[in-house]
T-cell receptor, first 111, second 115 residues
Framework: KQEVTQIPAALSVPEGENLVLNCSFT??????LQWFRQDPGKGLTSLLL?????REQTSGRLNASLDKSSGRSTLYIAASQPGDSATYLC??????????FGAGTRLFVKA | DAGVIQSPRHEVTEMGQEVTLRCKPI?????LFWYRQTMMRGLELLIY????????DSGMPEDRFSAKMPNASFSTLKIQPSEPRDSAVYFC?????????????FGPGTRLTVL
């Protein structure tokens, strides 16, 4: 059974700092991996999607990597800003549309 | 496009009452998903539909839960009777096979509290 774990559960950093969020999954037979952002009281917004054949994806200050063999992914946020404060969720998709989500990392960027 | 629309945004009810949550997917999307999010269990897929047909309902916790999609623009998730442990945020999401099959667009959620 696929399980997705995110570390740390919460993180507080000063503005401008670079940071890394971690995601691990138990079954390497995945179709893709996504990173989502969730703001309080809101739904999820997809940030980056990495197909199983890819190693990384970049969007602006965000970079996500995928190491399928070790069951790990990282989300790197450069030059963090208070507007980056949110919960970040990692999700893996195996066959079909079964998407398994991690519990998320709650990020707080202090001005 | 208005995005995925869910109603109500908040629902407070008493144990034993029937609860109906509603979702309008993005126009043209052929997949619709219902999720539940709690602190203890995180985000869980309950059921999903393709072209209004339920494909996988293995995540539906009990027979008290049922979901329907009578047409391409409307779906309901019903809980009858409701229990306090059903308190959670329920999300609806939709996606399009033809445009971007790997991206699900989430609604704002319905926060359900069962007293």
């Amino acid at each position: 059974k696929q399980e997705v774990t995110q570390i740390p559960a919460a993180l507080s950093v000063p503005e401008g700092e670079n940071l890394v969020l971690n995601c691990s999954f138990t079954d390497s037979a995945i179709y893709n991996l996504q990173w989502f952002r969730q703001d309080p009281g809101k739904g999820l917004t997809s940030l980056l999607l990495i197909q199983s054949s890819q190693r990384e994806q970049t969007s602006g200050r965000l970079n996500a990597s995928l190491d399928k063999s070790s069951g790990r992914s990282t989300l790197y946020i450069a030059a963090s800003q208070p507007g980056d404060s949110a919960t970040y969720l990692c999700a893996v998709k195996a066959g079909g549309f079964k998407t398994i989500f991690g519990a998320g990392t709650r990020l707080f960027v202090k001005a | 496009d208005a995005g995925v629309i869910q109603s109500p945004r908040h629902e407070v009810t008493e144990m034993g009452q029937e609860v109906t949550l509603r979702c309008k997917p993005i126009s043209g999307h052929d997949y619709l998903f219902w999720y539940r999010q709690t602190m203890m269990r995180g985000l869980e897929l309950l059921i999903y539909f393709n072209n209004n047909v339920p494909i996988d309902d293995s995540g539906m916790p009990e027979d008290r839960f049922s979901a329907k999609m009578p047409n391409a623009s409307f779906s309901t998730l019903k809980i009858q009777p409701s229990e306090p442990r059903d308190s959670a945020v329920y999300f609806c999401a939709s996606s399009s096979t033809s445009r971007d099959p790997d991206t699900q667009y989430f609604g704002p959620g319905t926060r359900l509290t069962v007293l």
